[in-house]
């Protein structure tokens, strides 16, 4: 990759967030902390609004935005495989917003990029599954954990054939290969529980707020399942 590519690489990449480290730059792209520095330079000294905390890292000004940015070949086909992945996962929530985003990234696409992508359409699949459980309120859950916002749920409990209404303060996310699972502190129960999302008949916001728990991660959640005892 040449500088120039690079340097408006990292560009578009402190776009992508409201905080990025150099570290994380230099790791993306294989380039020393030296390099990281005199790129971000040179991309303030051509008029770029980037601002930077000691210890914490670099930010667009708010109010700077970039012109529409263009997609390679190879960008482009992995969306369609990021698509077909996602169309078999279950939840019509996520369909329903990534078709959203793909048709927008589609828009800008020049004609023969968008001809490539209708001959992948339809070569290109994860797996036939039989079996998946469907949901739809995955969205919701990713606009709760966000925004911190406490929901309201009816779920069914197939062990006790039973409907319970629940106040709960989702933590996470994850798929089980056949339905979506999350990770919630239930208030009923008072401790952290795990929610098949096709078994939730109802669910809402409620504007009630619940503290973010900023050390709580996938990671060290499941971690706690491999450690030997």
């Given at each position: 990759?040449?500088?120039?590519?690079?340097?408006?690489?990292?560009?578009?990449?402190?776009?992508?967030?409201?905080?990025?480290?150099?570290?994380?730059?230099?790791?993306?792209?294989?380039?020393?902390?030296?390099?990281?520095?005199?790129?971000?330079?040179?991309?303030?000294?051509?008029?770029?609004?980037?601002?930077?905390?000691?210890?914490?890292?670099?930010?667009?000004?708010?109010?700077?935005?970039l012109p529409p940015i263009m997609i390679t070949e190879e960008e482009a086909n992995a969306l369609i495989v990021s698509e077909k992945l996602i169309?078999?996962?279950?939840?019509?929530?996520?369909?329903?917003?990534f078709n959203s985003v793909l048709i927008k990234i589609k828009s800008i696409l020049r004609n023969f990029e968008k001809e490539n992508i209708a001959?992948?359409?339809?070569?290109?699949?994860?797996?036939?599954?039989?079996?998946?459980?469907?949901?739809?309120?995955?969205?919701?859950?990713?606009?709760?954990?966000?925004?911190?916002?406490?929901?309201?749920?009816?779920?069914?409990?197939?062990?006790?054939?039973?409907?319970?209404?629940?106040?709960?303060?989702?933590?996470?996310?994850?798929?089980?290969?056949?339905?979506?699972?999350?990770?919630?502190?239930?208030?009923?129960?008072?401790?952290?529980?795990?929610?098949?999302?096709?078994?939730?008949?109802?669910?809402?916001?409620?504007?009630?707020?619940?503290?973010?728990?900023?050390?709580?991660?996938?990671?060290?959640?499941?971690?706690?399942?491999?450690?030997?005892?």
């Amino acid at each position: 990759m040449n500088r120039l590519t690079r340097i408006t690489s990292i560009l578009i990449q402190l776009q992508s967030k409201k905080v990025v480290t150099a570290k994380e730059v230099a790791d993306r792209f294989e380039i020393s902390l030296r390099t990281v520095y005199r790129d971000i330079k040179t991309l303030q000294e051509a008029g770029i609004p980037i601002g930077s905390e000691n210890g914490i890292g670099y930010f667009i000004v708010d109010g700077y935005s970039l012109p529409p940015i263009m997609i390679t070949e190879e960008e482009a086909n992995a969306l369609i495989v990021s698509e077909k992945l996602i169309s078999n996962q279950g939840d019509a929530s996520l369909i329903k917003d990534f078709n959203s985003v793909l048709i927008k990234i589609k828009s800008i696409l020049r004609n023969f990029e968008k001809e490539n992508i209708a001959k992948l359409e339809n070569r290109i699949t994860p797996s036939f599954k039989k079996e998946i459980f469907k949901s739809n309120w995955l969205s919701t859950i990713q606009k709760s954990i966000t925004n911190t916002e406490v929901l309201e749920i009816v779920y069914h409990s197939i062990y006790k054939d039973e409907q319970t209404l629940r106040k709960i303060d989702p933590l996470g996310v994850y798929y089980t290969d056949k339905a979506w699972v999350m990770i919630a502190h239930c208030r009923l129960r008072n401790e952290i529980r795990e929610f098949r999302l096709d078994r939730i008949l109802k669910i809402k916001l409620t504007s009630q707020s619940f503290d973010y728990q900023q050390d709580f991660s996938l990671s060290k959640y499941f971690s706690r399942f491999t450690e030997p005892s």
